[in-house]
């Protein structure tokens, strides 16, 4: 596998947009992973992640090797916990909740995977992950223990976004939460998109191909999708 940050980083300057498909391992069950990897690859996705809030089961492992074989698609860890740091991946988005001040979020879980990270061949693109208010508690929210940034509240998303281009962040991750109720508003994404140089992702609410393209032309350079998936796997059919 090719270095996945330096084509993430190709792909935002030949305005080429990428598309991942966050699956939660607390709801696939492996019978059903050949199924799903079908899926998948008869969607425009460029990538998948792996990872859950909540998820403690032992099959992750096992899980993303059918995935990587099937669908022959980079995988990355979407890490809750650093529990779910497997080898198996292509890398990891080392995620730290900017957005909130719970230490366990901003470095405590990444100082218990410094054993696993070393032991593993994994890429490891730190990220600055900030959670935005998507019209209802997400897992995010409720397992975190943190606040998201009112959607309103631009200039502090922004600051957010860019304090984390300064620690040296790669990549800025806008999420609305798994299955909120809305999405991360346009005009939040091209702002802060305008003045961060890194690549920008944004994640959460969106139900419909018109919002990803909508999103794509504010500015994200890669969008997530997981809830619409997983209640509908035709969801690219549309």
Known sequence: MTNLYQQILISKATNQKLLAILIDPEKVAIENVLVLSEKI?????THILVGGS?????????????????????????????SQISNEAD????????????PEYLIEHHINSVEALEKSNLEIIPTGYLLIDGGKETAVQRVSQTQPIEQNNIELAYKTA?????????????????????????????FVSQNIQIPLIVGGGIRSMKTIQEIYQAGADLVVIGTAFENNPNFFEL
């Open 91 to 102: 890398g990891i988005l080392f995620l730290s909740l900017l957005s909130g001040r719970n």
């Open 41 to 45: 690859k008869a969607a425009p996705a």
């Open 54 to 82: 909540t998820f403690s089961g032992t099959h992750l492992n096992q899980l993303i090797a059918v995935l990587k074989k099937e669908t022959q698609l980079p995988v990355l860890i979407f890490p809750g916990h650093p």
């Open 162 to 190: 860019k304090a984390g281009e300064f620690l040296g962040k790669k990549l800025i991750y806008l999420e609305a939460g798994s299955g909120a109720n809305q999405h991360v508003s346009l005009e939040m994404i091209r």
